[in-house]
């Protein structure tokens, strides 16, 4: 990617409000798609999502993802092809329920797949990755008393627990479904606790 869009990318997620949402975010995803680029077919697009998936991102608000795609629609015009850009803006938005679309190529839901599992790729990350990602959600979410933020992240761990599956692709399944489980159950159990 060009070294002045990685500089704006940089840039929407300096704010040191972000705990876990900062640079070191998709500066992860970027080690772990190097390891799978070469199995997506558009893997421009997939790198471009990455960049730009939390550009926006306000803990108090429900649009984050809608307005990232947005933002990052309007950042790339011109650097993208326009399918490209299009399946970008598109894998952007399935950041906000974790699930791919129905109405695109299996192409495009091949990489959206493995792109969605980056995203979650922290889940199964060592146990003390894990806990910095905790801390870093806490922080985020410094404005939320302790009872009710507790209570809240609870409910969230515990709707990953009950999906049948955590990741989309085989890759991601493989790779991350086993530890992403222990780190989430030893997450919730503390948070109970």
Do not use: C
């Not at 970027?30 to 997939?46: C, N, T």
């Not at 490209?84 to 938005?93: C, D, F, K, N, S």
């Amino acid at each position: 990617m060009d070294a002045a869009i990685v500089a704006q990318a940089r840039a929407f997620h300096s704010d040191p409000a972000r705990g876990y949402h900062g640079w070191d975010h998709p500066l992860a995803l970027l080690r772990h798609f190097e390891g799978v680029k070469d199995s997506l077919h558009d893997p421009i697009a997939v790198e471009a999502a990455i960049l730009f998936h939390d550009a926006i991102y306000d803990p108090k608000r429900t649009d984050n993802e809608p307005l990232s795609a947005k933002l990052a629609a309007q950042v790339l015009v011109g650097h993208l092809d326009p399918e490209a850009l299009a399946r970008t803006v598109r894998m952007i938005e399935a950041t906000q329920f974790h699930a791919v679309r129905d109405d695109i190529s299996a192409e495009e839901a091949h990489d959206t797949a493995i792109f969605l599992d980056l995203d979650l790729s922290i889940l199964g990350a060592a146990p003390e990755v894990f806990d910095a990602y905790e801390e870093g959600v806490r922080k985020e979410y410094g404005f939320v008393p302790e009872a009710a933020f507790k209570a809240g992240r609870a409910a969230i761990l515990e709707q990953f627990l009950a999906r049948e599956q955590l990741y989309l692709s085989t890759w991601g399944f493989e790779r991350f479904e086993a530890p992403a489980r222990r780190n989430l159950k030893r997450s919730l159990d503390a948070l109970k606790a």
